[in-house]
């Protein structure tokens, strides 16, 4: 099973961006299709942003549609998530995520929380007003 390791969490200004990044081990990343989503505290994980493994499709949430961008480079064995414009409301654990190994055609793009097998252990970001 894979491991992932987020990091690049932090504390931002509303308006301003952060990066995150999470590491997979292993030698098999681009068997993975990845993604991101993110728990508000007294609400549930909630669907962010996927890539299919090819790295050539993406899927957003309607809520960060056009702020947030998901890529991987698959020579470092590394996802991203870009959050540009960020608002109070995006405050929440951001957990990166992928999928079973070799699910899916090299551009399955996954959409919803299920189409995940494995999870890191999550990094805090928080956006003040």
């Known amino acids: 099973q894979v491991q992932l390791v987020e990091s690049g969490g932090g504390l931002v200004q509303a308006g301003g961006s952060l990066r995150l990044s999470c590491a997979a081990s292993?030698?098999?990343?681009?068997?993975?299709?990845m993604g991101w989503a993110r728990q508000a505290p007294g609400k549930e994980r909630e669907f962010v942003a996927a890539?299919?493994?090819?790295?050539?499709?993406?899927y957003y949430a309607d809520s960060v549609k056009g702020r947030f961008t998901i890529s991987r480079d698959n020579a470092k064995n590394t996802v991203y998530l870009q959050m540009n414009s960020l608002k109070p409301e995006d405050t929440a654990v951001y957990y990166c995520?992928?999928?079973?190994?070799?699910?899916?055609?090299?551009?399955?793009?996954?959409?919803?929380?299920?189409?995940?097998?494995?999870w890191g252990q999550g990094t805090q970001v928080t956006v003040s007003s």
């Open positions: 292993g030698r098999t990343f681009s068997s993975y299709a």
């Open positions: 995520a992928a999928t079973s190994p070799g699910y899916g055609s090299w551009w399955y793009t996954p959409s919803m929380l299920a189409d995940f097998g494995s």
């Open positions: 890539i299919s493994r090819s790295g050539t499709s993406t």
